[in-house]
């Protein structure tokens, strides 16, 4: 069975820093590229940054980039996300997604998801 265990949300202040874990069971992260989405209030669930199986490269929405760093430790099997310089609108639930290359989990192509841990950056 799969699983991917979201941690490390919780209430900041603007300005702040976070750091998300997911913790992988089931899956290899060779035969699988990781991500994170986000899902704030009332809003689409959208993809915030990818690592790739392939060669481990990373990408980023425009509106984390050089804010958020994707990270991963295949050892641990474990995908973090560190957040810095948060802003209220990151407030959002973030979710934890495998799926088979980050181009098609761009498109909306995961094959499991995380239950998600709520950030709530306060202004």
């Known amino acids: 069975e799969v699983q991917l265990v979201e941690s490390g949300g919780g209430l900041v202040q603007a300005g702040g820093s976070l750091r998300l874990f997911c913790a992988a069971s089931?899956?290899?992260?060779?035969?699988?590229?990781m991500g994170w989405f986000r899902q704030a209030p009332g809003k689409e669930r959208v993809g915030v940054s990818y690592?790739?199986?392939?060669?481990?490269?990373?990408y980023y929405s425009d509106s984390v980039k050089g804010r958020f760093t994707i990270s991963s430790d295949n050892a641990k099997n474990t995908v973090y996300l560190q957040m810095n310089s948060l802003k209220p609108e990151d407030t959002a639930v973030y979710y934890c997604a495998a799926g088979e290359t980050v181009v098609t989990m761009t498109r909306g192509y995961v094959d499991f998801w995380g239950k998600g841990t709520l950030v709530t950056v306060s202004s």
């Open positions: 089931g899956i290899s992260f060779d035969d699988h590229s």
């Open positions: 690592i790739s199986r392939d060669d481990g490269s990373t």
